[in-house]
């Protein structure tokens, strides 16, 4: 399986520093060029430390950068007049789409419209649940990840937050 993933998912796990969670994944793990430039080199100029863990998160491998082509697309097309959707979006849906792979993302709006168009999605939360089940974070561990992103900014709703601890409590 092949993950695509957004800024947000990645920038709440470098704030948390927690990026290591993403390896736990099955390769490939893809950041479009735009979700690049927005939470990199933007995120660089901008001063934000968050930004070079993600930078040294693609130059360790961990993650590749990929061109995404949204002009002949009729998925890119359709997404582009959304207007709940960034540039980013677009194109984390555009090459999921393309790929055949799930994006990674946590805004509503681009779940809303993944849904729309058949593309799978996972939040920042299942990366976590995921790395606990499947053995590489402990269950203290990854209420710690969770803790350590609501921190750092990251929103997570009351009710999804009870999910979530929850499930990580059902863990073996």
Known sequence: MSWVFDAT????LAK????GVVETLSEPRLVPERVYREAVTEGIEAGYDDARRIERTVEDGL???V?????DSPVATRLGRHPGLSDADVAVLTCADARDAVAVMDESAG???AEVEGVETRGTAYLVLAAVKGGQLS???GRDAIDAMIDHGWYVAPDVYTRVVGKL???E
């Open 139 to 141: 269950k203290a561990g």
């Open 63 to 65: 993650v590749d950068v």
């Open 67 to 71: 061109a995404v082509d949204t002009d």
């Open 111 to 113: 779940r809303s419209a």
């Open 169 to 171: 409590e059902s863990f």
């Open 16 to 19: 948390a520093e927690r990026l």
């Open 9 to 12: 998912p990645l920038t709440s």
